[in-house]
């Protein structure tokens, strides 16, 4: 039987961690804890992938491709009652210093995930998140 899954990572997350940037040691005390199982949705790494592809080239977006399966688990859900979930996250219009904005798609997914598997979002990204994380309406776990 398959762990449980302790954490869902955010696309942002694992290239501060490929990068070795400020926060990338949170994601490397995660992966040392024998009790944590991470996973990343599919719409998430792809992120990953064409932010390298697009920055380093195919090369290295097939090599942290491979590195994000390597550390993590990958999820695909794509059932009717996710895709609503995801849906309803997209829909929702969040207050960020008092200018009202939605998430993005990708976003959407890392959150609806976070939310059907009942765990932490581990994310850099202050500047979507903060007011989700302000609500509680998922948990949050900042890397920086």
């Known amino acids: 039987m398959a762990k449980k ?14 990068k070795g940037e400020d926060g990338h040691q949170f994601i490397a005390d995660l992966l040392r804890d024998e009790q944590n199982s991470l996973a990343i949705h599919v719409v998430n ?7 390298y592809y697009r920055a380093d080239g195919q090369a290295q977006a097939d090599k942290a ?16 009652d996710f895709i609503k979930r995801v849906g309803r996250w997209k829909a929702r219009q969040w207050d960020r210093d008092g200018e009202s904005y939605y998430l993005s798609i990708a976003d959407a997914f890392a959150a609806a995930t976070a939310e059907e598997y009942a765990c ?25």
């Open 45 to 51: 790494l792809c992120e990953v992938y064409y932010g």
């Open 120 to 144: 932490p979002l581990v994310t850099s990204d202050r500047n979507d998140f903060s007011a989700v994380d302000k609500e509680k309406v998922i948990q949050i776990l900042w890397i920086r």
């Open 65 to 80: 491709w491979s590195q994000v399966l390597e550390i993590s688990g990958l999820l695909r859900d794509t059932n009717e």
């Open 5 to 18: 899954l302790t954490h869902i990572l955010d696309a942002n997350a694992l290239i501060v961690y490929f």
